[in-house]
């Protein structure tokens, strides 16, 4: 300053702050903006992670449980089981016999039998010895070696058991004796145990038994237990006792074999089958699947899949050596109806019934709601009646789903006391006015947003050239608004689409109920439906794991990719209808 | 154009198509117009002049009762359209808009194509039965329009993708097509640039051969420009009616003069 001041020239103006330091308010507040910054990004991010979880766990599970293995297996339609008493099978026959006598999984056992043997699996031989492997490594494990060769001595499996277990029983004894005050019993039931050992071949483990202080009181007990011979001979006595419990029911286990009404129907169908076989696929049991997929690594009890021993794993390994199992597409997951079997599972009459109660939804809500949303907007006089309506259509909006089943159950007992019995219970018919009704207020609001988002030079012009109100809404303003009426609609479909707790009420998740639907593709406006929500809820409640975890979330793949499809229609059709003025 | 609106002027002899007698228009309780006495010539330009907020577009648009889509706005008094009132209980405000067609202040053509524009009131209406006809009633509406050249060969393309005077003159060809007898214009050039200003001018002199035209302006040259007759309102008052050269030369009432030169307003 003070130099500019003695070169004479006017005086630069005193600068009150100079412009290339920060004021502490300027900087106060460029700290409140980066702050908000990055709490949006950390929002958006805790957003974000949570949906990818979301998305992964769906379909890490889902994608999965989409393919299923299946046993390729010549189905032979025997005479024989079909009719036990012999001679010809009549076709009236057939559709008359009792579906649990258990006829048709004589064939499809006897089949599944025909089929290994031909592939050169020896069925009750794998199952052998892969229990008495199983002995043998219980006793390799407590030092018993030689185990292998003392159950070829024994012949038969189950008398290697009976000599295992009369070893194992001795030692038990001695461990009893030692125990007790008595010496000279625990003495002689000490030498009875080693004797025991002597006989059916382990001399070094005799030894060591012999070698324990009859004397020693919980010494020699504990002795005896570290040795660990008694519990790896019983266990190797009951793994040799397994293979004779193996029958037919334990080989029919591996595959779903229940598929019964399929395999009547198509011998009433078509008679002549009677005698000849078809290659068929049928699914493996689903619990095996999981051991299939590497889930389980059936080592261990806890590793096996609920109901299954490591013989049928051994034959299910066979099969997979020979061939004869293969990983596909689970293609009538779409078309089968809903069942507690996750085998043959599906979710045909859920799509069907949600789409026809989409229909219905669309159709009622639609007209109801757009009618209401012109009269409202356009024509309604403003008083305080109309405003009482508005608000109480704003409302309606927020008022719990469920409380529109109950709405709907409540019709439901209504129609049922008037005479229209139970046929209306679970309609897709139903399931859609109640979905409407749930429906509506979105749609109403969405279309009077819309409406009022006509600019009103239209409107003017429309009444300027002489235009009845009438005309001026339908030729003008409706169109201008259908955008955001159909992103309104759509998104008011999805919703319903998704709504659980109003079917629930109203009979749509009864499985019994759905089961009758014969074609998944026949089901009707009024005949008994499911929905996708409620199917993915019975999913999710089923009793096997591998449903519970693995086809409710396919479904729920499903109805997502859906809902994906719907908002991708709601955005395309608001671009290509979208005008600007 | 001078010398051609001298000797209009002279000419005093037409008919009166519309009348307005003690006219009053409420909003609410509020008196936006009191007592309108005007007679409005056929084949006359009219102009309604004065500050914003006068009632010179509230009494527009009571002569083809756009008012009625207001809810709170009452009109009160006579307005007769060849001697008929227009208010009368009898009279559907939809045929009426088809005798008294509007053009407002921002070009509003509907988002269609400029076809269907046009096209649009001779449809409800009625006045073409066939597509020839109602082809010609297009081409001769967007003809006295002066657009017909310029957009004749997009008549599918939208309306809205013209320029602002051309849309401006798409709705007078859109007012026109319903072959209405009066053509209310609500300062139709507020939203133009001069040119297109200059060019509606134009056809609104033009239009004047057929029509009876009412022009609320903000601008008093416009009036000047285009106006036979003029009338000057102020605060809800009709304060002047007369020949446009007399309320701009030597006017009578002091506001009168107050506004055109410019102290009040």
Same mark, same amino acid.
């Given at each position: 300053?003070?130099?500019?001041?003695?070169?004479?020239?006017?005086?630069?103006?005193?600068?009150?702050?100079?412009?290339?330091?920060?004021?502490?308010?300027?900087?106060?507040?460029?700290?409140?903006?980066?702050?908000?910054?990055?709490?949006?990004?950390?929002?958006?991010?805790?957003?974000?992670?949570?949906?990818?979880?979301?998305?992964?766990?769906?379909?890490?599970?889902?994608?999965?449980?989409?393919?299923?293995?299946?046993?390729?297996?010549?189905?032979?339609?025997?005479?024989?089981?079909?009719?036990?008493?012999?001679?010809?099978?009549?076709?009236?026959?057939?559709?008359?016999?009792?579906?649990?006598?258990?006829?048709?999984?004589?064939?499809?056992?006897?089949?599944?039998?025909?089929?290994?043997?031909?592939?050169?699996?020896?069925?009750?031989?794998?199952?052998?010895?892969?229990?008495?492997?199983?002995?043998?490594?219980?006793?390799?494990?407590?030092?018993?070696?030689?185990?292998?060769?003392?159950?070829?001595?024994?012949?038969?499996?189950?008398?290697?058991?009976?000599?295992?277990?009369?070893?194992?029983?001795?030692?038990?004894?001695?461990?009893?004796?030692?125990?007790?005050?008595?010496?000279?019993?625990?003495?002689?039931?000490?030498?009875?145990?080693?004797?025991?050992?002597?006989?059916?071949?382990?001399?070094?483990?005799?030894?060591?038994?012999?070698?324990?202080?009859?004397?020693?009181?919980?010494?020699?007990?504990?002795?005896?237990?570290?040795?660990?011979?008694?519990?790896?001979?019983?266990?190797?006595?009951?793994?040799?006792?397994?293979?004779?419990?193996?029958?037919?029911?334990?080989?029919?286990?591996?595959?779903?074999?229940?598929?019964?009404?399929?395999?009547?129907?198509?011998?009433?169908?078509?008679?002549?089958?009677?005698?000849?076989?078809?290659?068929?696929?049928?699914?493996?049991?689903?619990?095996?699947?999981?051991?299939?997929?590497?889930?389980?690594?059936?080592?261990?009890?806890?590793?096996?899949?609920?109901?299954?021993?490591?013989?049928?794993?051994?034959?299910?390994?066979?099969?997979?050596?020979?061939?004869?199992?293969?990983?596909?597409?689970?293609?009538?997951?779409?078309?089968?109806?809903?069942?507690?079997?996750?085998?043959?599972?599906?979710?045909?009459?859920?799509?069907?019934?949600?789409?026809?109660?989409?229909?219905?939804?669309?159709?009622?809500?639609?007209?109801?709601?757009?009618?209401?949303?012109?009269?409202?907007?356009?024509?309604?006089?403003?008083?305080?009646?109309?405003?009482?309506?508005?608000?109480?259509?704003?409302?309606?909006?927020?008022?719990?789903?469920?409380?529109?089943?109950?709405?709907?159950?409540?019709?439901?007992?209504?129609?049922?006391?008037?005479?229209?019995?139970?046929?209306?219970?679970?309609?897709?018919?139903?399931?859609?006015?109640?979905?409407?009704?749930?429906?509506?207020?979105?749609?109403?609001?969405?279309?009077?947003?819309?409406?009022?988002?006509?600019?009103?030079?239209?409107?003017?012009?429309?009444?300027?050239?002489?235009?009845?109100?009438?005309?001026?809404?339908?030729?003008?303003?409706?169109?201008?608004?259908?955008?955001?009426?159909?992103?309104?609609?759509?998104?008011?479909?999805?919703?319903?689409?998704?709504?659980?707790?109003?079917?629930?009420?109203?009979?749509?998740?009864?499985?019994?109920?759905?089961?009758?639907?014969?074609?998944?593709?026949?089901?009707?406006?009024?005949?008994?439906?499911?929905?996708?929500?409620?199917?993915?809820?019975?999913?999710?409640?089923?009793?096997?794991?591998?449903?519970?975890?693995?086809?409710?979330?396919?479904?729920?793949?499903?109805?997502?990719?859906?809902?994906?499809?719907?908002?991708?229609?709601?955005?395309?059709?608001?671009?290509?209808?979208?005008?600007?003025? | 154009?001078?010398?051609?609106?001298?000797?209009?002027?002279?000419?005093?002899?037409?008919?009166?198509?519309?009348?307005?007698? %003690?006219?009053?228009?409420?909003?609410?309780?509020?008196?936006?117009?009191?007592?309108?006495?005007?007679?409005?010539?056929?084949?006359?330009?009219?102009?309604?002049?004065?500050?914003?907020?006068?009632?010179?577009?509230?009494?527009?648009?009571?002569?083809?009762?756009?008012?009625?889509? *207001?809810?709170?706005?009452?009109?009160? =008094?006579?307005?007769?359209?060849?001697?008929?009132?227009?208010?009368?209980?009898?009279?559907?405000?939809?045929?009426?808009?088809?005798?008294?067609?509007?053009?407002?202040?921002?070009?509003?053509?509907?988002?269609?194509? *400029?076809?269907?524009?046009?096209?649009? =009131?001779?449809?409800?209406?009625?006045?073409?039965?066939?597509?020839?006809?109602?082809?010609?009633?297009?081409?001769?509406?967007?003809?006295?329009?002066?657009?017909?050249?310029?957009?004749?060969?997009?008549?599918?393309?939208?309306?809205?993708?013209?320029?602002?005077?051309?849309?401006?003159?798409?709705? *007078?060809?859109?007012?026109?097509?319903?072959?209405?007898?009066?053509?209310?214009?609500?300062?139709?050039?507020?939203?133009?640039?001069?040119?297109?200003?200059?060019?509606?001018?134009?056809?609104?002199?033009?239009?004047?051969?057929?029509?009876?035209?009412?022009?609320?302006?903000?601008?008093?040259? %416009?009036?000047?420009?285009?106006?036979?007759?003029?009338?000057?309102?102020?605060?809800?008052?009709?304060?002047?009616? =007369?020949?446009?050269?007399?309320?701009?030369?030597?006017?009578?009432?002091?506001?009168?003069?107050?506004?055109?030169? =410019?102290? *009040?307003?």
């Amino acid at each position: 300053m003070s130099d500019a001041s003695l070169s004479g020239a006017t005086p630069a103006p005193k600068a009150k702050s100079s412009l290339l330091t920060q004021t502490a308010l300027v900087r106060k507040r460029h700290r409140a903006g980066a702050t908000l910054r990055w709490l949006g990004l950390a929002a958006i991010s805790v957003v974000l992670f949570f949906l990818a979880v979301l998305l992964w766990s769906i379909v890490s599970r889902g994608v999965p449980a989409l393919f299923q293995y299946q046993a390729q297996i010549e189905l032979f339609y025997d005479p024989a089981i079909l009719n036990p008493d012999g001679g010809d099978v009549d076709p009236a026959e057939i559709g008359g016999i009792n579906l649990r006598t258990g006829f048709e999984r004589g064939i499809f056992t006897n089949s599944l039998r025909q089929t290994l043997v031909e592939a050169g699996i020896d069925i009750e031989g794998t199952v052998e010895r892969r229990w008495v492997a199983e002995a043998v490594a219980a006793l390799d494990a407590a030092g018993l070696t030689g185990g292998g060769v003392v159950v070829e001595a024994a012949g038969a499996p189950a008398d290697a058991a009976r000599v295992f277990g009369q070893a194992g029983s001795a030692l038990r004894a001695a461990a009893t004796a030692l125990s007790g005050d008595d010496a000279d019993a625990a003495l002689a039931a000490r030498d009875a145990a080693a004797q025991a050992l002597t006989d059916v071949g382990f001399d070094d483990a005799a030894a060591t038994v012999a070698a324990i202080d009859a004397a020693g009181g919980a010494d020699a007990v504990a002795a005896l237990a570290a040795t660990g011979y008694q519990q790896a001979l019983l266990d190797a006595a009951g793994a040799l006792r397994q293979p004779a419990q193996f029958d037919d029911a334990a080989l029919s286990a591996l595959i779903y074999a229940t598929n019964r009404r399929d395999v009547r129907d198509r011998l009433v169908d078509n008679p002549d089958l009677v005698g000849t076989s078809e290659t068929v696929g049928v699914p493996i049991d689903i619990a095996v699947t999981r051991y299939l997929s590497g889930e389980l690594s059936g080592v261990g009890t806890a590793q096996l899949p609920p109901g299954f021993d490591i013989g049928q794993l051994s034959l299910v390994d066979a099969m997979v050596e020979a061939d004869l199992v293969g990983n596909s597409f689970r293609w009538h997951f779409f078309t089968n109806p809903y069942s507690q079997s996750g085998e043959i599972a599906g979710i045909g009459p859920a799509l069907m019934g949600s789409a026809y109660m989409m229909l219905v939804v669309l159709v009622f809500s639609l007209i109801f709601g757009v009618a209401a949303s012109i009269y409202l907007e356009e024509f309604a006089p403003k008083n305080r009646f109309t405003d009482f309506i508005e608000i109480n259509i704003a409302n309606l909006a927020a008022v719990p789903s469920i409380v529109f089943g109950i709405l709907g159950a409540a019709i439901l007992f209504t129609l049922m006391d008037l005479g229209f019995g139970n046929s209306i219970r679970g309609t897709a018919l139903l399931g859609g006015i109640v979905l409407s009704l749930m429906t509506l207020p979105t749609i109403v609001i969405a279309t009077r947003a819309s409406l009022k988002a006509v600019p009103p030079s239209i409107r003017d012009a429309a009444l300027g050239v002489g235009a009845s109100k009438v005309q001026m809404v339908f030729h003008h303003k409706l169109p201008l608004a259908a955008p955001g009426i159909l992103t309104g609609t759509i998104i008011g479909i999805a919703q319903a689409l998704g709504e659980t707790a109003p079917l629930l009420l109203i009979g749509l998740s009864v499985s019994t109920g759905a089961a009758l639907l014969s074609s998944p593709f026949s089901g009707g406006l009024l005949e008994q439906a499911q929905s996708m929500p409620t199917v993915v809820y019975l999913f999710a409640q089923n009793q096997d794991a591998p449903v519970r975890e693995g086809l409710a979330q396919s479904a729920i793949l499903v109805m997502l990719l859906l809902l994906f499809a719907l908002n991708i229609l709601a955005i395309l059709l608001r671009r290509k209808f979208e005008r600007r003025w | 154009m001078n010398d051609m609106r001298l000797t209009e002027r002279d000419v005093n002899t037409k008919e009166i198509k519309i009348e307005a007698r %003690q006219v009053q228009v409420f909003y609410g309780t509020t008196h936006a117009l009191k007592d309108v006495d005007v007679e409005i010539e056929d084949k006359t330009v009219t102009a309604f002049i004065g500050p914003s907020g006068c009632g010179k577009s509230t009494f527009l648009r009571c002569l083809n009762r756009m008012n009625d889509t *207001i809810d709170v706005c009452r009109v009160q =008094g006579d307005i007769l359209l060849d001697g008929e009132d227009i208010y009368d209980k009898r009279v559907d405000p939809v045929q009426l808009r088809a005798k008294v067609g509007m053009v407002f202040q921002k070009p509003n053509p509907f988002p269609k194509s *400029i076809y269907d524009n046009v096209a649009y =009131g001779p449809k409800i209406h009625g006045l073409a039965r066939t597509k020839v006809e109602l082809d010609e009633v297009v081409e001769s509406s967007l003809r006295r329009a002066a657009l017909w050249n310029e957009v004749k060969d997009r008549l599918d393309a939208p309306g809205t993708g013209l320029s602002g005077g051309q849309q401006q003159r798409l709705c *007078i060809a859109r007012a026109v097509a319903t072959s209405p007898e009066v053509l209310l214009m609500d300062e139709p050039c507020s939203a133009l640039d001069p040119i297109a200003t200059a060019q509606v001018e134009e056809l609104i002199d033009e239009l004047r051969q057929s029509y009876s035209v009412v022009i609320v302006t903000h601008s008093m040259q %416009q009036a000047a420009r285009v106006s036979q007759k003029t009338a000057f309102f102020h605060l809800g008052n009709l304060v002047e009616f =007369g020949e446009t050269s007399k309320i701009f030369t030597n006017p009578e009432d002091p506001r009168t003069e107050s506004y055109i030169t =410019g102290r *009040i307003g």
